[in-house]
């Protein structure tokens, strides 16, 4: 895979702004989709990169979406500077939240974040590090058959 | 007409002096000024009428039915929408308005509130009858269709797949009226005066049949004058139509004209009532990434506060809105919809889409993904070059189109005033 066709683009994601909440996965998902990739991989990409963007927005301090669309695949690494998370494999249970009161009345932090994320992407790669960040890799494949 | 498109909206090149207030309006990037003249992009544009009511020069014009197409039919039917009755002051009642149209010509007026409160029983039936997927959208509103088509694919199988009332009031008045007038069924045409233009686009190339039950649309606006002078034409009339009402209207069915009229009777089920075409686009997006999976019905109309701010309506809408809602008020939320006839047709399918709705989507920025890729890169390269003013000189709405257009081989970077000048 040589860089040329590589298609790159970074997003800033800054912790707590709730009123721009979803514009980078608009972005990515109207992105996606002028490149042609199918629908049905948009829509399960528009949702992962949602609540990884929505992670980083109710958690972190700040964070980045790497976008790289290439043929056959979709690749976004989420990684943001915040607290971390501790136990990753309790975090991933559906409905594990350590979402705030004022979180929840937003409509956010049901828990369903990471498993969402793991139920719509084709792998999918977690790392963090307690007091510095979190890190989400992500990858869509794009040529039909799901692993 | 060089820019006849199959829309509802055309630019009057006489009128059009090429300014940029239609263009930076529009909420799909569907208009482009070349060579002075405003353009719109028949695959990007969803009828919302946006530009039309952001013109100052009047050039974007509604293609609607004319009122003097209207001579040459034998049988002339009308359905008003429930708007029209907000357009008129306070002392003018819905009778007096259907008695007006009459006397204007038209054969037939079908008052259209029992058949709005009809489609709100169906949706109700329907929502109870399939508990997903969730949330259902209310077919009413001709762009939402539309936008759904385009911009929200995935979300097609979500609409409710219940024909609007204008359509069904259509379809009765077609199995009836040939037995009740005494007219043969090819002399009957049947129009509906309406509040925006996207109504004709439904009509010419329906989403969910092969042909509509409709023959054109009026708008509010082009009939408006020739109703309010018959109005006050003829005042004994006035008091006979008074007192001999010859229609039942509903309360339910009149309020439908303003956002949340379909949800208000819904007690049993979670409604969300959205209006405005940005905050639909907006809700769509959520339903579509599932974040409004706890709503049962979604209704959406992209203009403000429902077709009562439609851009063929003539009176100021919050006027109008109070005005229907005292309507509503006066005419109470009794039923006067039978429910077992109700049951009858529903079960029948009477009332249902001859077929489900299809995306319609827009074409990527080329068929070969890779292709696609190199074309994505260098338009974000020739954005970094664009000077980021969205001053609409170089005839896309804002830098990031203009980026579009060069990639997509319908524009050129030296389009842009500023690039220029930096060259030189």
């Keep these: ?147 | 007409m060089t820019n006849d498109t199959h829309h509802s909206v055309r630019i009057n090149l006489e009128k059009c002096l090429g300014c940029v207030h239609c263009m930076i309006a529009c909420p799909t990037k569907a208009i482009r000024i070349r060579e002075g003249k405003a353009r719109i992009i028949d695959e990007l544009c969803i009828d919302c009428g946006e530009c039309l009511r952001f013109c100052p020069e009047d050039a974007v014009e509604s293609k609607t039915t004319s009122v003097s197409d209207l001579k040459a039919v034998p049988y002339k039917v009308v359905i008003p929408s429930t708007v029209l009755y907000g357009q008129f002051d306070n002392a003018t009642l819905p009778n007096e308005i259907l008695f007006a149209l009459r006397r204007i010509g038209f054969d037939y007026v079908y008052e259209i509130s029992t058949i709005c409160e009809l489609n709100n029983s169906a949706l109700e039936m329907y929502l109870n009858a399939h508990p997903t997927p969730r949330p259902l959208i209310s077919s009413t509103c001709p762009v939402v269709i539309r936008l759904i088509q385009r911009r929200f694919p995935s979300l097609c199988g979500h609409i409710v797949p219940i024909e609007p009332p204008r359509e069904n009031a259509a379809k009765i008045l077609r199995a009836n009226l040939p037995r009740i007038a005494k007219v043969p069924a090819s002399s009957i045409k049947i129009f509906h005066i309406t509040p925006c233009p996207a109504k004709m686009v439904s009509i010419n190339h329906p989403a969910s049949m092969e042909k509509s039950y409709l023959d054109g649309a009026i708008s509010i606006r082009d009939i408006f004058k020739t109703i309010y002078q018959t109005l006050h034409q003829n005042r004994e009339e006035t008091i006979m139509s008074h007192l001999f009402p010859e229609t039942i209207f509903s309360g339910t069915g009149v309020g439908t004209a303003l956002s949340g009229g379909e949800t208000r009777g819904l007690k049993s089920h979670r409604t969300v009532a959205v209006s405005g075409v940005r905050d639909t686009i907006r809700a769509l997006n959520q339903a579509e990434l599932g974040l409004l999976k706890d709503v049962d019905l979604l209704e959406c109309t992209v203009c403000p506060d429902g077709c009562i701010g439609g851009p063929l309506t003539v009176e100021n809408r919050y006027l109008a809105k109070s005005r229907i809602l005292r309507l509503v008020a006066m005419m109470g939320e009794r039923t006067v919809v039978d429910s077992s006839d109700m049951n009858q047709l529903y079960n029948k399918d009477f009332l249902s889409f001859h077929f489900p709705i299809k995306p319609l989507e827009s074409p990527p920025l080329d068929a070969d993904p890779a292709q696609a890729i190199t074309k994505a890169k260098r338009r974000n390269e020739l954005f970094l070059q664009l000077p980021r003013k969205d001053c609409g000189a170089c005839g896309a709405p804002d830098c990031r189109t203009l980026a579009d257009d060069i990639v997509r081989g319908q524009a050129a970077l030296e389009d842009c005033p500023f690039v220029k000048k930096e060259e030189k």
Aim: hydrophobic letters at 40%.
């Design chain 1, 1 to 147: 895979m040589t860089e040329n066709n590589v298609f790159r683009q970074e997003f800033l994601v800054k912790g707590g702004d709730f009123l721009r909440a979803g514009n980078v996965s608009w972005e990515i998902r109207n992105l996606l989709r002028e490149i042609g990739m199918p629908s049905s991989i948009v829509l399960r990409a528009a949702i992962a990169t949602y609540e990884a963007e929505l992670n980083i927005i109710m958690y972190a301090w700040e964070g980045k979406l790497h976008l790289s669309v290439m043929p056959g695949r979709i690749h976004i690494l989420a990684e943001d500077s915040g607290p971390g998370i501790e136990d990753i494999e309790l975090a991933m249970t559906e409905g594990y939240s350590t979402a705030t009161l004022e979180m929840r009345e937003l409509g956010f932090g049901a828990g369903m974040g990471l498993a969402n994320i793991k139920k719509n992407t084709d792998a999918f790669v977690i790392t963090s590090e307690v007091g510095r960040g979190t890190r989400l890799e992500l990858t869509f494949l794009t040529n039909g058959q799901r692993p």
